[in-house]
């Protein structure tokens, strides 16, 4: 099947889905300049990613990942929303989406427009932090400044807890109540659409699958070849921006035929 035909494809069954679930990975967000993770000159090629025990455990290691944070060397803040981002939102203003569920931690979903309370975040946000003890929020810019000026570790204001940047890291446990969403989101869905992700981290990774066995269509765009391809109704290799938008502005109620 050609690019043009795959892409009038997407747009079929972006218009015949009544319950639409969009997945997005790190492919959504490399054209806003945010790298991804694992291809050769992704985020863990340049800098080894910190385990959340080493984290708890050491107070050089959260340093660490403090200066990391406030030096923005992993790049997943500060960028603006491409096409991908902004063609998301406009299904969801449609009423077409029922839940964005992302893997990414880079807040565009936001900043494109989705409400938040249509996103279901798997693996946090890079663009706040959390106590761990008591869960209070505190944003980066009121920790930045005692940090690089006088060298202080964030603490909790309210109960004196580590503090660390709202992501799941590596060894930390998967958050019960967003994984609880998504997958009731999944589960009602009748069509999913998979847009710039690798799907191999699991148990993320799992839900196209569920999708597929409860009777929805499944879509995935994404650059390269994935594990689920062979399930999927419609796959297409190919840059998300475009072709997404492509599909949403064929969908857009100026485009629709005029009764007779």
């Not at 960028?79 to 939102?89: F, K, L, Q, T, Y």
């Not at 406009?90 to 029922?98: I, P």
């Not at 946090?124 to 202080?152: I, P, Q």
């Amino acid at each position: 099947m050609s690019a043009n035909a795959t892409r009038t494809a997407l747009s079929r069954l972006i218009a015949d889905a009544r319950r639409l679930v969009v997945f997005t990975g790190a492919g959504i967000s490399t054209e806003s300049g945010i790298p991804d993770f694992r291809s050769p000159g992704g985020v863990w090629s340049k800098m080894k990613p910190i385990q959340f025990q080493d984290f708890v455990a050491d107070p050089a290691m959260r340093r660490q990942a403090w200066e990391r944070a406030f030096s923005g060397r992993a790049g997943w803040v500060g960028r603006e929303p491409n096409a991908g981002h902004h063609a998301v939102a406009r299904l969801v203003a449609q009423g077409k989406v029922t839940a964005v569920i992302t893997q990414n931690v880079d807040n565009l979903h936001q900043a494109s427009g989705v409400p938040s309370d249509r996103i279901v975040e798997l693996h946090g946000n890079a663009s706040y932090a959390t106590c761990l003890e008591c869960v209070e929020r505190h944003e980066l810019d009121e920790l930045k400044d005692s940090f690089l000026k006088a060298g202080e570790i964030p603490y909790c204001r309210r109960c004196g807890g580590l503090v660390k940047t709202a992501t799941i890291s590596f060894g930390q446990q998967m958050p019960a109540e967003p994984m609880a969403r998504a997958q009731e989101a999944t589960l009602a869905c009748d069509a999913f659409l998979v847009l710039g992700s690798s799907l191999v981290v699991y148990p993320a990774a799992g839900f196209p699958l569920l999708a597929k066995r409860n009777g929805a269509e499944l879509a995935i765009v994404n650059r390269e070849p994935t594990d689920l391809d062979e399930y999927a109704d419609l796959v297409l290799h190919d840059e998300i921006g475009p072709a997404l938008s492509e599909a949403v502005a064929a969908n857009s109620p100026t485009n629709s035929p005029r009764p007779s």
